[in-house]
C-alpha cells in the first residue's frame, strides 16, 4: 500500500505501535498493562484523547477484548494490544469476534513461554496466533514485521483491512521490536470516520437506524445447527479469499542456492547476517521471511532451486512454525531447526555455526 509520508521521526517500537495506529484511523484502544508493551499503553493513555479518540484501561484482559467487541459491533475502529499470556486470555473473545465478523486490530508484542514464562523476547505464540486460541472454526490474518518501520506500515493499513474483511487481523511483533528504537517515517493521518458516517459505511453496526432502514444484529450465538453450518461455510469463503489476497513476504537469492534459510521478525534481521557470512566462504545462502503467517506463503517455497541441500527454519520457539515449512517445501528439501528459546535471543555466528554444521550432513 503506498502512503503519503510526513516526517521521519526516531521512535521506540512500542511507541511507534501506537502513533502508528492512530495515524490509521484507531479511535478507540482498550488495554491492560503487560511487558514487554506497557509503553504502548502509556502512548495511547496521553496521546489518543488529545487526537479525538477514547483510551480505556480494562480490569483485566478479558474485559479488554469483550470491550474491544462491543467498540467493534457498534462501529468504532478499535486497537487492542497485549504480550502473550494477555493474549492467551483473549482467546476466546476473539472466537467470539470472528463469529460475529467485527474488525478489531490486534497486537501481541510477544514474550517467553509457556505460561508466565519470562519478559524476554520471543516467538513461540506462532501456534496460537496462526491456528486459533479459541474454540470453532475461524481464522485471523497474522502479519510479522521485522522492523519497527514495517510495523508502522502494516499497523497503518490494518483497520481498513479488519473493515474491510470484518475480521480481526493480528500484528505478531516480538518484544525486541516493542523495545528497541529506529529511525521511521511516519505517514500521513488518515480522515477519522465521523460517528455520523458509520451506518453508511458500516451499514452491519449497531448504530441505530439512522440512515438504515433495517435494525442491525450482531451475534456469535446460533443456535440452529443448519444455521451454524451455512454460516461456518460462509466464513471460510471469505478466508479462502483472503488466502489468494493477503500473502506477503520476503525472498531473496534462491536460485541456486545450497542452503535457504526461513525466520521472521528479528530472528530475520540475525538471518540477514548470516547470508551474508555464508557469501564469504562462497556458499550461497537464499532467504524466505514469511511477513503473513497466515496466510502461509506457500508460494515462495516453489522458487527454492532444485539444487538446495537443506531448507533452515531458524526460529525463537521450538520450532512451530517448521511445520508449516515443511508443508510448503512438500517433501523436496529436508527441513532443520535452528532455534533457541527462553527469551535468548541467538547470535548470527551462533546460527551459521549450526547451520554450517547441518549443511556439512548434505555434501
Known amino acids: 500500500m503506498e502512503t503519503m509520508i510526513s516526517e521521519r521521526v526516531l521512535l ?5 505501535f501506537g502513533e502508528a495506529a492512530i495515524r490509521g484511523g484507531c479511535r478507540y484502544y482498550v488495554g491492560y498493562p503487560i511487558t514487554p508493551q506497557n509503553e504502548l499503553t502509556e502512548y495511547m493513555a496521553r496521546e489518543l484523547s488529545k487526537r479525538g479518540g477514547a483510551f480505556v484501561q480494562a480490569e483485566s484482559e478479558v474485559a479488554a477484548i469483550n470491550m474491544a467487541y462491543g467498540v467493534a459491533a457498534a462501529g468504532g475502529n478499535v486497537f487492542i494490544s497485549s504480550s502473550s499470556p494477555g493474549i492467551a486470555l483473549m482467546q476466546e473473545g476473539l472466537s467470539f469476534i470472528c463469529s460475529a465478523e467485527l474488525p478489531v486490530v490486534v497486537l501481541n508484542v510477544t514474550r517467553g513461554g509457556p505460561g508466565i514464562g519470562s ?3 520471543g516467538q513461540a505464540d506462532y501456534n496460537q496466533a496462526t491456528r486459533g486460541g479459541g474454540n470453532g472454526d475461524y481464522h485471523i ?3 510479522a514485521p521485522a522492523s519497527i518501520q514495517e510495523s508502522i506500515d502494516i499497523l497503518y493499513e490494518a483497520f481498513a483491512m479488519a473493515d474491510h474483511w470484518r475480521n480481526p487481523v493480528m500484528i505478531l511483533a516480538d518484544g525486541v521490536i516493542g523495545q528497541m528504537m529506529e529511525p521511521v517515517s511516519l505517514p500521513e493521518p488518515k480522515e477519522p470516520m465521523a460517528e455520523k458516517d458509520i451506518p453508511l459505511r458500516k451499514p452491519w453496526a449497531i448504530s441505530g437506524t439512522g440512515f438504515k432502514d433495517h435494525r442491525s444484529v450482531v451475534k456469535s450465538l446460533r443456535l440452529q445447527p443448519q ?3 451455512v454460516h461456518v461455510h460462509h466464513l471460510f469463503e471469505k478466508y479462502d479469499q483472503a488466502e489468494k489476497e493477503l500473502v506477503r513476504y520476503d525472498a531473496h537469492d534462491l536460485e541456486d542456492a ?9 530472528t530475520a534481521r540475525i538471518v540477514s547476517e548470516v547470508v551474508e557470512m555464508f557469501a564469504d566462504e562462497g556458499i550461497k545462502a537464499g532467504s524466505i521471511r514469511p511477513i503473513s503467517l497466515w496466510p502461509f506463503p506457500e508460494e515462495a517455497f516453489q522458487k527454492i532451486s532444485p539444487k538446495t541441500k537443506v531448507v533452515i527454519s531458524a526460529e525463537l520457539n521450538m520450532g512451530q512454525m517448521m511445520k508449516d ?3 510448503a517445501v512438500s517433501g523436496r528439501f529436508p527441513v532443520r531447526l535452528v532455534n533457541r528459546v527462553g527469551g535468548i535471543i541467538p547470535t548470527s555466528l551462533e546460527i551459521f555455526e549450526k547451520s554450517r554444521a547441518i549443511l ?3 555434501k
Do not use: M, R
Not at 521506540?12 to 511507534?16: D, L
Not at 545450497?258 to 525466520?263: L, T
Open 12 to 16: 521506540k517500537g512500542n511507541e511507534a
Open 119 to 121: 519478559i524476554q523476547p
Open 141 to 143: 490474518p497474522v502479519f
Open 227 to 229: 444455521d451454524l453450518e
Open 258 to 266: 545450497e542452503i535457504v534459510f526461513v525466520s521472521f521478525g528479528t
Open 325 to 327: 515449512v515443511k508443508a
Open 360 to 362: 556439512g550432513e548434505y
